[in-house]
């Protein structure tokens, strides 16, 4: 039975690099629409002359408020979305290496360790939007949120395969000095 | 590394080029300078045994270990 290769040029390595690709550009745009409506979320909640802002998107409470619990949510989309572009844009050069068929390149540990802060800090964005959320008023305080062990769990994985990362490029090193 | 690759005084002896040894050997004269410059980590015991072949000399002639206050 034929088996894809995983490294290399045309391999399974080469076609998650391409759907990185896609993504990360996917993300890029998301994160400007974000950044817009911020900005444009801001200049509305101060200026109710401009149009959609008046919004009356939560019962009792008034544009002010409604505004500060959009921009809430926005700016928590924001952090969340720029976490995994962050985590998106390492793992894109991660896999380029293995496309190049060089997965213990020595730049993949900081590689990797950026990736597992990146995993801690969308963990930590969710307790901060429920810390937030205990300023809103009610209707728009989002839910409390659980303890996710397999994201921590994944986070200490990954510092443990950076690690893996670091004495693979030992070992290559030492190969490449080996005559 | 306090083990030292005599290689430079084994080619002055033997009247040879970097060159001309990477040829016989069939090592690249890039390995070869590193060797030379004392900047390998390893050394195979193929390389040994055609270094040896070609300098017509023993692994003792070729490797010397240097005292650790004579480093860095």
Known sequence: ?179 | MPIRVTLDRLLVQRRMSLAELADRTGLTAANLAILKDGEARALRFSTLEALCRELDCEPGDLLSREPEERRA
Request: no cysteine; net charge positive.
């Open chain 1, 1 to 179: 039975m034929p088996t894809m290769r995983a490294l290399g040029p045309g391999s399974l390595s080469s076609f998650l690099k391409t759907v990185l690709d896609l993504v990360w550009i996917l993300l890029l745009v998301v994160l400007a629409i974000l950044a817009a409506s911020l900005l444009y979320g801001v200049l509305a909640a101060v200026n109710p002359a401009l149009p959609f802002a008046r919004l009356a998107l939560f019962e009792g409470l008034d544009p002010l408020q409604a505004w500060a619990v959009v921009l809430v949510r926005l700016l928590t989309a924001f952090l969340f979305v720029a976490g995994v572009q962050v985590i998106v844009s390492r793992l894109r050069e991660i896999f380029a290496t293995l496309k190049a068929g060089d997965p213990f390149h020595p730049e993949n540990v900081t590689r990797l360790r950026v990736v597992a802060i990146g995993l801690a800090w969308l963990e930590l964005v969710r307790y901060a939007v429920w810390i937030l959320g205990a300023l809103l008023p009610p209707p728009a305080a989002p839910d409390r949120p659980n303890l996710s062990l397999t994201a921590w769990f994944s986070v200490l994985v990954v510092v443990v395969l950076a690690e893996v990362f670091r004495e693979g490029a030992r070992l290559r090193r030492e190969a490449e000095l080996t005559i």
